[in-house]
């Protein structure tokens, strides 16, 4: 396994220690971002997934990698928004990326620098 991807390999005691922390921060992003949507939905559950950040169910339950947290803020909202207009959007759509834009403008680049920060080519402390 190569060395930046250690900090992806699921752990169980780092899971139980952080999940909490993931949880607050999860859901006081949502409110933020919610207030501007208005979407409905489910549960928020925090999991331990080995290369997932985020996936929103049929049934509007958001889920979240706890591993989020160490995650620049800028990146962690972008994947909360992103979970959150798939609420309105089970797609990728030009619609969806629309809901996206309207709270992260700069959807974009904020992806890339996800992408590399999964291939340990930038720090994640921004």
Known sequence: MCKHM?????????????RESARTLVHE???HFNYMYGFEFGRVYIKNH???????????N????YKIIFLPSEIADYIIVHELCHL???NHSKRFWSHVFRAIPDHKRRR????LIERGRVSRSG
């Open 88 to 90: 309105a959007e089970f």
């Open 62 to 65: 958001l889920n979240f990698n």
């Open 50 to 60: 080995k290369s997932r950040w985020g996936s929103c169910s049929r049934k509007g």
């Open 6 to 18: 250690i900090w992806m390999r699921r752990n169980r005691l780092q899971y139980v220690r952080f």
């Open 29 to 31: 992003r949502i409110n």
């Open 112 to 115: 890339k620098h996800l992408r």
